[in-house]
């Protein structure tokens, strides 16, 4: 069982900056971050593969940043001029070298003037 702890996430004016951390019991294969807004779909934010190849969603693409520490298990996403439709809740994924997969528990993100 993979454990997965996530941070950062908060309230912020449009045009501020977060950036929300993933820490996994194990190494990953690939590590990501989904997002849910109100009334919408969860959809792929961003992804990192183990060696360090990314993807981006358009509407990100630009703003926000993942990376990973794989000595610390660790995946991040800097999130930069955040704007009112990012608002959502932000859940880090985890993709293990045997197919497994695990979800974090997801942390608010409020963009709001």
């Known amino acids: 069982q993979v454990q997965l702890v996530e941070s950062g996430g908060g309230l912020v004016q449009p045009g501020g900056s977060l950036n929300l951390s993933c820490v996994a019991s194990e190494r990953a294969r690939i590590m990501g971050w989904y997002r849910q807004g109100p009334g919408k779909q969860r959809e792929l934010v961003a992804r990192i593969v183990s060696s360090g190849s990314t993807d981006y969603v358009d509407s990100v693409r630009g703003r926000f940043t993942i990376s990973r520490n794989n000595a610390k298990n660790t995946v991040f996403l800097q999130m930069n001029s955040l704007k009112f439709e990012d608002t959502a809740v932000y859940y880090c994924?985890?993709?293990?070298?045997?197919?497994?997969?695990?979800w974090g528990q997801g942390t608010q993100v409020t963009v709001s003037s």
């Open positions: 994924n985890f993709g293990g070298w045997g197919g497994s997969n695990y």
